[in-house]
């Protein structure tokens, strides 16, 4: 856990609210990615950054905002969210397409 | 599009038992197949990565399987122990793009 780490760990925000989500890794790896887990659905790939570059974006909703500054820094801006929102935001990193590695997640709740 | 489905998705068995659970892919064109823990509310962890070109991979009490031809894993569990209580998921990917498609997992309860 403490090679991807991931703050903060709980975030409870209001529809009109902007926050980030911070993600670092410790690996040395060059590709970044955030994922989604709601409710009694399966993860879902939101964003992939590859060499800092962004390379997929599955046709995320516009009031989410992904950076990736540097190959270890990878943050996810939230503006104007909806409650259906809420959910466990992941963040991994991984070496090419080696094994990725995730981190402990922050808790969104959106009210 | 991949689809990744994995059955049962609950299951309940008393300490000491092997276990089997299984892992359904519709594209077989995959890259490689990764099999991850995840406890509630937690991140997850890696437990075993299966390139295309094997068949199965070890790790302590854990064995993952990989049949590409007939879209199918397995990932076996010897003696079982309530530690191993937690929700496992499979990760498929493609072998086009970095993107990983996960099947809704199979939640474990192993009872002492």
């Known amino acids: 856990e403490t090679g991807v780490t991931q703050t903060p760990r709980h975030l409870v925000m209001g529809m009109t609210n902007k926050k980030s989500l911070k993600c670092e890794q410790h690996l040395g790896h060059n590709a970044m990615y955030w994922y989604k887990q709601s409710a009694k659905k399966p993860l879902e790939l939101m964003f992939v950054?590859?060499?800092?570059?962004?390379?997929e974006n599955n046709s995320v909703p516009s009031r989410f905002s992904p950076e990736c500054p540097n190959s270890s820094h990878l943050f996810l801006h939230l503006h104007t969210l909806q409650p259906e929102d809420s959910a466990l935001y992941l963040c991994a990193s991984s070496q090419g397409d080696n094994e990725q590695f995730f981190g402990p997640g922050t808790r969104l709740t959106v009210l | 599009k991949q689809e990744v489905t994995q059955i049962p998705a609950a299951l309940s068995v008393p300490e000491g038992e092997n276990l089997v659970l299984n892992c359904s892919f519709t594209d077989s064109a995959i890259y490689n197949l990764q099999w991850f823990r995840q406890d509630p509310g937690k991140g997850l962890t890696s437990l075993l990565l299966i390139q295309s070109s094997q068949r199965e991979q070890t790790s302590g009490r854990l064995n993952a399987s990989l049949d590409k031809s007939s879209g199918r894993s397995t990932l076996y569990i010897a003696a079982s122990q309530p530690g191993d209580s937690a929700t496992y998921l499979c990760a498929v990917r493609n072998n086009a793009g970095n993107m990983l498609t996960f099947g809704g997992g199979t939640r474990l309860m192993v009872k002492p």
């Open positions: 950054y590859s060499l800092e570059e962004r390379v």
